[in-house]
C-alpha cells in the first residue's frame, strides 16, 4: 500500500507523491525563542520526526527547513498585541538592541535543541534564523508591491487579502466573512480590509529593527517562513507541519503572499498539523499557569522518551489531555518493553515480514502511531519467533518510533539475584516446581524477571 496522509488543504487522506521523487522538500514551523518551549509545543516536533523517520523508513530523501524565530513574532500571531522577543527582552532585563535579542534567541535555541536531542528527535537538515534572511523577506516583499498584492500604511506594509481569492480554502472559514478573522485590539483604519496582515511593520517607540529599502523596522512572522521556505526547498515543495493554531492565520498567510509573489500554486503539496496538548481543558500555553516544560518532566524523574512514548499512544490529529498519571502510566509500560527487550539477548536476527507488514499498514494510514505500537507489543509475545528475529524487528520498528532500544544497555544483575535465579534453575532440574515458582516470585518481587528459553535461563529488570 502507499503512504497516505491527511492534508489539512483538501480535508482527505491523499496518498503521498512527492514533486521530484525520491527527493522530498519538508518544512517544519520552529519555536519563536524567547523562552523555553512547553511540552505542548514538543508535540508538532514529534509529528515532524514521526513523518521524516517514516519517509526515510520507505526510502525517500529528505531534506528538512526548521525555522527559528527571533524577530517579528507579535504575541497574537496576528498584527497587533507586543512582539514576544520584546516581551522576552523585558522579562529578563535586557536592553532594546539587536544583539540583546540575538543573544536571547540563541540561548533559547540551544536550550530547545537540547529538548529535541532529549526526546530523540532527529535535527533538521537546515536551521534558519529568521533575523539572518532579511534579504531575502525584503525581495519578496517588493515583489508583492510591485504585483499589487501589497500596499502601505503609516505603520507598516500590508498584504490585500481581496487580490488572493484562495485566502479562506485553508482554514474553511467563510470568504470574505470578517466575523471569521482572528480578533484584533482595535482596528486599523489604514487598512483596507481589517484581515489584511502585516508584511513589514515599521519601528515604533523603541525605535528597533532593521534599515532596509522599505523602512527601518521589522518582518511579518509570516513573510520570514515563506521567504526562507522559498529559499532553501523552492518556490514549490511537498510538506509543511505545524499545530492546528498555524491554521486560520499563519499558514492562511504563508500560502497566499508565496503564491502571489512567485505565481505558482500549490506553495505546498501537503500541510499537516497536529492537535493540541490540553491541561484541565485548557490548551497549554507559554502564557498560562500550565507551561510545562520537560526540564519539569526530567526534574520528576521522568525519562523524556516516555512523553514521546505517551504522545505516540495518540493519533497526531487527537488532542491530548496532559496529566502525570497517564505520563507515568506510559513510563511504566515503556521500561516493560525496555526490560522484554534486554531479555532478547545479544544476537539479532532477521526481520519478520509479516509483522513489519502489518507496522506498514499503520504507518500507511495516516501515520497511525497508536495501532503500530500494538504491532510491536504482539512482537514481544509471539513465542512462535526467535529472540534474535524478534529483536530484529524491534530495531526495524524503532527506525520510525524512535523509542532508543538501539542504545540499550543491559544492567548487571545483583549477585544476591542471580544467585536466587542459579537456585531457581536447580530446583526446576530436580523437578522441584514448588519451590522453582516460589524463588521466582522472590525474584519478581525485588524488580527482576526469569524467563526461560530454548538457550536457557534469561533474567532482566521488570
Known amino acids: 500500500m502507499p503512504l497516505k496522509f ?19 522538500g519538508f518544512y517544519s514551523c520552529g519555536p519563536t525563542v524567547y523562552n523555553y518551549a512547553h511540552i505542548g509545543n514538543l508535540r508538532s516536533y514529534v509529528l515532524a520526526d514521526i513523518i521524516q ?52 534567541a540563541v540561548f533559547y535555541k540551544d536550550k530547545f535543541m537540547d529538548d529535541l536531542k532529549d526526546m530523540n528527535i532527529k535535527s533538521p537538515d537546515i536551521i534558519a534564523f529568521a533575523s539572518d534572511h532579511i534579504k531575502e523577506d525584503v525581495d519578496m516583499i517588493e515583489t508583492l508591491l510591485e504585483r499589487a498584492f501589497a500596499y502601505k500604511t503609516s505603520d507598516g506594509i500590508y ?21 471569521n478573522t482572528e480578533s484584533r485590539i482595535g482596528e486599523n483604519l489604514e487598512k483596507k480590509n481589517q484581515a489584511d496582515f502585516v508584511l513589514w511593520k515599521f519601528s515604533d517607540k523603541n525605535n528597533l529593527g532593521y534599515e532596509t529599502k522599505l523602512g527601518k523596522g521589522f518582518p511579518g512572522w509570516h513573510i520570514e517562513c515563506s521567504a526562507m521556505g522559498v529559499k532553501y526547498l523552492g518556490e514549490q515543495f511537498d510538506i509543511h507541519t505545524g499545530g492546528i493554531d498555524h491554521i486560520p492565520v499563519h499558514h492562511t498567510n504563508e500560502i497566499a503572499q508565496s503564491e502571489s509573489a512567485t505565481g505558482k500554486k500549490p506553495f505546498v503539496k501537503f500541510w499537516m498539523h497536529n492537535e493540541f496538548i490540553d491541561t484541565g481543558g485548557e490548551k497549554m500555553a507559554k502564557s498560562g499557569d500550565n507551561f510545562t516544560t520537560l526540564r519539569t518532566l526530567i526534574e520528576k524523574g521522568i525519562n523524556p522518551i516516555a512523553y514521546r512514548f505517551w504522545l505516540l499512544m495518540a493519533h497526531y490529529r487527537t488532542k491530548m489531555n496532559f496529566n502525570y498519571s497517564a505520563l507515568e502510566g506510559a513510563e511504566i509500560a515503556l521500561k516493560r518493553l525496555y526490560g522484554l527487550y534486554l531479555g532478547l539477548g545479544d544476537t539479532i536476527g532477521n526481520v519478520h515480514q509479516e509483522y513489519q507488514n502489518k507496522f506498514k499498514e499503520y504507518l500507511e494510514d495516516d501515520l497511525d502511531t497508536p495501532r503500530a505500537l500494538t504491532i510491536l507489543w504482539d512482537v514481544f509475545k509471539d513465542e512462535n519467533i526467535r529472540d534474535a528475529d ?71 529488570k521488570i
Open 390 to 460: 524478534k529483536k530484529a524487528t524491534v530495531l526495524d520498528f524503532d527506525k520510525v518510533l524512535g523509542l532508543g532500544f538501539k542504545n540499550l544497555k543491559k544492567e548487571a544483575i545483583p549477585e544476591n539475584i542471580l544467585k536466587l535465579a542459579e537456585e531457581r534453575e536447580e530446583a526446576r532440574k530436580n523437578k522441584d516446581f514448588k519451590k522453582s515458582d516460589e524463588l521466582r516470585a522472590e525474584i519478581n518481587s525485588l524488580g527482576y524477571e526469569v524467563k526461560d528459553t530454548a538457550e536457557g535461563q534469561r533474567v532482566s
Open 159 to 179: 498584504f490585500e487579502i481581496a487580490k488572493f481569492p484562495d485566502y479562506w480554502n485553508l482554514s474553511g472559514r467563510k470568504k470574505g466573512s470578517l466575523e
Open 6 to 24: 491527511y492534508n489539512t488543504l483538501t480535508r482527505e487522506k491523499e496518498i503521498f507523491t512527492p514533486i521530484d521523487p525520491p527527493n522530498v
Open 53 to 104: 523517520k517514516t519517509l526515510e523508513f520507505y526510502g525517500y530523501k529528505v531534506k528538512r527547513v526548521m525555522n527559528i524565530t527571533d524577530i517579528g513574532h507579535l504575541t497574537s500571531d496576528a498584527d497587533d498585541g507586543e512582539d514576544k522577543m520584546v516581551k522576552g527582552l523585558k522579562r529578563e532585563g535586557k536592553p532594546f538592541t539587536l544583539e540583546a535579542m540575538k543573544e536571547l
